[in-house]
């Protein structure tokens, strides 16, 4: 890329200080018409901003040179006063001197295109961004640190030197080359092949953390899941009533606990209707609850032993006795071997075990483990390309190297893809797409 952008870096509306960044080979240039005096490299200096004898603004100036700066290009950051007067106007003479504003996530696209960042660190830089608990800003800083690059680049080591291997015996059959020479790659790729079906079996905790884990109330109409719901989130988010079949669809909340993000779904009670509505939300329920990575069977007392929600309770699961205030015990067990918690959303009882037991099943279940997890699905599926490529190269060791060579390069490509080390023009928009306009 050879022109020069500009963007605001930081949020718009009115504030006490806004950023405007500029990356390109003008920057000098633009920042010479702007100011008298350019500032010297990596020193912050107030400079009055002017433009077409107008001036703009007082502002903190920052320069940088290529190589050394965020993009790999020059840049500059213009820390302007807050108000939209303010940013319009500087914006509007960036434009008049032909620099053009930014694409989304341009920026760390051209510190990716310099060899500043690989992809998965770009990505670490979106998922930096977009933190909200304190586990998903730990593992986005880990992956920007390169915990995920080293993983691939240790993969890649071992496939290069098993390629390596058959490759010699490959083209060079008649030098005194060591026999068998080939064969000397499987226990390279039977390492290998344990190295990547560890990673893959992970649960998805990498992108459970960073999208959020996924919990889901289920049970009968009028069990107390909307009001379990509501303690949950902290405020009257669902409508509380005694009519059976209140609930009607899938109501989701975000909240943190134990520093992770949850997803919390309150669903239509579940029973056979005629009403093609709540039929719906029954179905939506259903749906809901399958992909869940944890249900939470909301049973009050009185409720049928062998009730709808049976079928979709899995173990690992918690059945959560509601109405614990009403001074009755007679709650369904069913058929599942799960633990059970007590609670009474109107008194509060039992809420903090309640709390802590999802707390340490978030622990549980998101953290440790031997990689860095991955992050992303498409790294998953690439991964998965890789250990499929590297298990037929095993296959062919003996009886065809050259088709065995043929699948380590496949598998060299497929994580090459991963990190950003060949032509990938089509994984790139599907990266920085995500990117807000000033990253």
Known sequence: MTDTVFALATPPGRGAVAVIRLSGPDCDRVLA?????????????VRNLQYEGRKLDQALVLRFKAPNSYTGEDCVELHLHGGRAVVEGVSDALAGLGVRPAEPGEFTRRAFENGKLDLTQAEAVADLIDAETSEQTAQALGQLGGALAGVYAGFRR?????????????DFPDEDVPDALAQRAAPVLS??????????????????????????????????????????????AAIVTPIPGTTRDVLDATLTLGGYAVTLSDTAGL??????????????????????????????????VDGPALDLVRSGDLRVCTKADLGRTDWPEGGVDIQSLVVSPT??????QLDGWLAERLASDLSGGDFPALTRARHRRRLQDVLASV????????????????????????????TGEIGVEDVLGEVFSTFCIGK
């Open 391 to 418: 298990h037929a190269a095993q296959g062919r060791l003996s009886s065809a190297p050259e088709l065995a060579g043929e699948d380590l390069r496949r598998a060299a490509d497929a994580l090459a893809r991963i």
């Open 158 to 170: 071992d496939l290069l030197t098993a390629l390596a291997l058959v490759e010699a015996e490959i």
């Open 347 to 352: 008194d509060g009882k039992g809420m903090d």
């Open 271 to 304: 029973r056979e209707s005629d009403d093609p509505v709540e039929a719906e939300g029954v179905r939506r329920a259903r749906a809901r609850a399958e992909a869940a990575d944890l249900r939470l069977w909301v049973v009050a007392p009185g409720d049928p």
């Open 191 to 236: 390492a290998l092949e344990g190295d990547l079906e560890a990673a893959l079996a992970d649960g998805q905790r990498g992108e459970r953390i960073r999208d959020g884990y996924r919990i889901v109330l289920i049970g009968e109409t009028n069990a107390g899941k909307s009001s379990l719901f509501n303690a949950l989130v902290s405020r009257e």
């Open 33 to 45: 018409d702007l100011v008298a005096g350019c500032p010297p490299v990596r020193k912050a200096m």
